[in-house]
């Protein structure tokens, strides 16, 4: 909704003849509903940027929130919204810092009185709601970015690549493979191929609680982008219900070494590097 000439104006005027006590009444009434959630002179600094902003987009005329002259207000708004998403506010905590403005104006105009009193309490609140609506909109992007970072990290964090011995490396999955997941274990393993030189890579599917055929198809598409990088691959963590559905679908992993545990894969390797390795025998009794 964008205000007149005459409306932006009076808008204006209004908000700085009044600067000090529009300011000083929007902290309190904000600061009554964050519940001492961020400090006094936080909110204040926060309040007297949005002040600005609308004193700057009317002095050019027609404050209409979508043009090209509130600029400044959307990205004073934007900035509101991204600062509250990151301390982890909600929404209605963030949108209600900008509809405070309301209770403000309609304390002004109620005093002023004169005859466009009413009308102009009727524009300035649809404006007030269209800076609301703009700031839930720009917290919610800033949420489901914050969500897809932590996200990613997650990711990242439950696929760890570790060096078990020169030249060789594992990954244990733990959990779900699914796609998303699968082009993170790919991509973090070649990576540390290269960084490495290792020729030798353990995949680890001890914890991974069911394989079906896009599970063993990210496995084995995994396997070809290593070889690929020169190294060969090692699957570990056959158990027997596992090797049932596996048999039962149809999945044929080809020449790749598989072994029980993830000890039999290593053991496995270092004897393919020529290291040699014992099974400990158990202690019999005297």
């Not at 917290?139 to 970015?145: A, I, L, M, P, Q």
Request: glycine fraction near 6%; proline fraction near 2%.
């Amino acid at each position: 909704m964008a205000l007149s000439t005459e409306e932006s104006g009076r808008l204006a005027a209004l908000l700085s003849e009044q600067a000090d006590r529009v300011t000083t009444r929007w902290t309190e009434i904000v600061t009554s509903s964050l519940r001492g959630r961020l400090s006094q002179a936080e909110l204040r600094r926060q309040v007297q940027d949005l002040h600005r902003a609308i004193l700057a987009t009317g002095d050019q005329g027609e404050i209409d929130l979508s043009a090209d002259s509130a600029a400044e207000l959307r990205a004073a708004l934007s900035e509101l919204s991204r600062g509250r998403a990151r301390q982890g506010f909600s929404a209605t905590e963030t949108s209600i810092s900008v509809f405070a403005l309301k209770d403000v104006l309609a304390e002004l105009l109620q005093e002023a009185g004169g005859s466009n009193a009413l009308s102009d309490f009727v524009a300035f609140s649809k404006l007030v709601d269209d800076m609301g609506l703009y700031t839930f909109e720009s917290f919610v992007r800033t949420r489901e970015s914050l969500i897809a970072d932590q996200a990613e990290q997650l990711l990242e964090l439950s696929t760890p690549v570790v060096k078990l011995w020169e030249g060789v490396v594992a990954v244990p999955l733990v959990g779900t493979l699914d796609s998303a997941r699968a082009q993170v274990v790919m991509e973090r393993l070649l990576q540390t191929l290269v960084d490495t030189g290792s020729p030798y890579a353990i995949i680890d599917i001890t914890g991974v609680p069911a394989v079906d055929t896009q599970v063993a198809q990210h496995i084995l598409k995994t396997v070809v982008a290593a070889r690929l990088m020169g190294a060969d691959c090692i699957i570990s963590g056959i158990r027997p219900q596992i090797a049932q559905t596996i048999v039962a679908l149809g999945i044929e992993f080809g020449d790749i070494a598989t072994k029980a545990s993830l000890a039999d894969a290593l053991r496995h390797v270092l004897r393919l590097t020529g290291v040699e390795t014992a099974r400990r025998q158990p202690r019999r009794g005297n």
